[in-house]
């Protein structure tokens, strides 16, 4: 073999090492092409049907960030089983420019299911910013809060209260208990005391008790947070008044198999309960 093909070989080896090692990135070029490119800001509205059924939700899964590939449809399912239970119907949709005074009136409630990144122009920011202080219900899930930054003060300062740091990567998905710190809300009315199951864990740059009214937190003694550890004090499911209306957000739902989960499924349909009579109260 002559010296070309012994040095081709190392190169390939060489390459191929490179890319077992950084397995996680090459992968993410592959399946996550938007983490690496500028956001996309969609400027035309869609076509809302003229029947939204007696009760319609928004569900908004745009992503410019990381996009949950699975959870995401798992979570449509989910809603839509939901929906043809509860007599509620649910409109999902990527196009931000949805988020205009006049297709946002048509809905009772709006979920941000594993919504990601920059996604709104400053117009379609303020008439989110407006439905929710005006006395909409806003409900944010896992991902709507796994950002390491945000531009826009508003969603963080009012709809989050907490900054997203990192979860386990080692130990990714881990069994553990959370501690229901409040059963009176419609959300955890039906959950234990200690609600045992397993996830991707978020950790935060702090704990936003002060701001808030948690529902839910995690037992750190249950597993291991790896690199952010909060301590005792690690909410996961929290909720306040934003102007005259509310907001709800949940760190749970990494996995696709959580969307199947009778009790997830229980406390995802009793937070759009109290979204709705929430907003239902505030429009009297």
Do not use: C
């Not at 012994?6 to 092409?33: D, F």
């Not at 989110?128 to 796994?146: K, M, P, R, W």
């Not at 957000?249 to 759009?272: C, D, K, W």
């Amino acid at each position: 073999m002559s010296w070309r093909r012994y040095a081709l070989a190392i190169v390939v080896v060489v390459i191929a090492v490179l890319m077992y090692q950084n397995w996680i990135y090459v992968r993410a070029i592959y399946n996550q092409p938007q983490l690496f490119r500028a956001p996309a800001f969609d400027t035309q509205a869609p076509q809302l049907p003229q029947d939204l059924g007696n009760v319609a939700i928004l569900s908004f899964s745009k992503t410019n960030g990381y996009r949950h590939l699975q959870s995401i449809p798992a979570a449509i399912q989910m809603l839509d089983e939901l929906g043809a239970e509860n007599g509620w119907q649910f409109y999902h949709t990527e196009n931000a420019a949805v988020f205009n005074k006049a297709d946002l009136s048509r809905f009772q409630l709006i979920i941000l299911n594993h919504k990601s990144g920059t996604v709104w122009t400053d117009e379609q920011r303020l008439a989110l910013q407006d439905f929710v202080e005006s006395g909409g219900s806003l409900i944010a899930q896992h991902a709507a809060g796994g950002d390491q930054g945000y531009e826009w003060g508003w969603y963080f300062d009012q709809v989050l209260k907490a900054q997203f740091v990192d979860h386990p990567m080692t130990a990714h998905i881990q069994p553990a208990d959370l501690l229901v710190e409040d059963q009176g809300h419609p959300a955890t009315a039906h959950l234990p005391n200690v609600w045992q199951r397993s996830d991707e864990w978020y950790n935060f740059s702090a704990s936003p008790r002060d701001k808030t009214n948690v529902l839910v937190s995690i037992d750190e003694s249950t597993y291991d947070p790896e690199k952010s550890p909060m301590g005792e004090d690690h909410p996961l499911v929290w909720w306040h008044e934003v102007g005259e209306g509310q907001v709800l957000y949940s760190a749970l739902g990494h996995t696709p198999a959580t969307y199947q989960e009778p009790q997830f499924r229980q406390f995802i349909r009793g937070a759009v309960i109290w979204g709705l009579a929430e907003a239902e109260k505030n429009a009297k």
